[in-house]
């Protein structure tokens, strides 16, 4: 199966500061990668996906990048606010129905 | 419009004991999952259903079961109780293959 290994663990910036979480998966064959935020105590949120015809998929302050050569993708968040403050996850799938998390990213944006 | 609605927000179980969770989405969502959740783990993936009268096993599918019992309901069973079994656990729904994912708000179980 696939394998989805995220970067960092935990990350803490300043407000205003940008914010890189990367992903790397292990299966050329997938070809959708969502992301999904989630705080504390509630459901995970998709905030952005991208499928694997794209390099580049932009929304708002949030974009994510993806090099299919290398096999890893990232989540890029500008001018950081404190909601943003939250736990990320990364996810990969190959047959579109079996989706392949990340553990993971806790961001801490400081006021 | 609820979304996915999932029953019980949380459960207290005894080792060996059985119980159902329960799920329904109404936005008319072709395939529905059920996930648990596990500090340090991230989301595994436990049965699926790609459509009405299908389920496949996920990830982690060993003491659990599923009904898929129209297109909006899909429950998860486990038939004995195990502690590690507790995790919280998410039912999801979607459009269909690859496509994002609808979460409900979560089961928080736990087996003593």
């Known amino acids: 199966g696939e394998n989805v290994e995220q970067h960092p663990s935990t990350l803490s910036v300043q407000e205003g500061d940008s914010a890189v979480i990367k992903c790397t998966y292990s299966?050329?064959?997938?070809?959708?990668f969502p992301w999904y935020k989630q705080e504390l105590g509630k459901r995970p949120q998709l905030i952005i996906d991208?499928?694997?015809?794209?390099g580049e998929k932009k929304d708002q302050r949030i974009a994510v990048t993806l090099n299919k050569t290398a096999k890893h993708f990232s989540l890029h968040i500008t001018e950081t606010q404190p909601e943003d403050s939250a736990v990320y996850f990364c996810?990969?799938?190959?047959?579109?129905?079996?989706?392949?998390f990340g553990t993971g990213t806790s961001l801490t944006v400081i006021p | 419009n609820a979304g996915v609605t999932q029953t019980p927000k949380f459960q207290v179980l005894k080792t060996g004991q059985s119980m159902t969770l329960q799920c329904a989405q109404d936005?008319?969502?072709?395939?529905m999952y059920w996930y648990r959740q596990d500090p340090g783990m991230g989301l595994r993936l436990i049965y699926y259903?790609?459509?009405?009268?299908?389920?496949d096993k996920g990830e982690v599918p060993n003491g659990y079961n599923v009904s898929r019992l129209n297109k909006r309901e899909f429950s998860l069973r486990l038939e004995s109780a195990a502690p590690s079994q507790t995790s919280v656990y998410f039912c999801?729904?979607?459009?269909?293959?690859?496509?994002?994912?609808?979460f409900g708000s979560g089961t928080r179980l736990t087996v003593v």
């Open positions: 991208i499928r694997s015809n794209v």
């Open positions: 999801a729904s979607s459009v269909g293959a690859n496509y994002g994912y609808t």
């Open positions: 996810a990969a799938s190959n047959t579109g129905n079996q989706f392949y």
């Open positions: 259903s790609a459509s009405e009268g299908t389920t």
């Open positions: 299966d050329s064959a997938s070809n959708y």
């Open positions: 936005m008319n969502h072709n395939s």
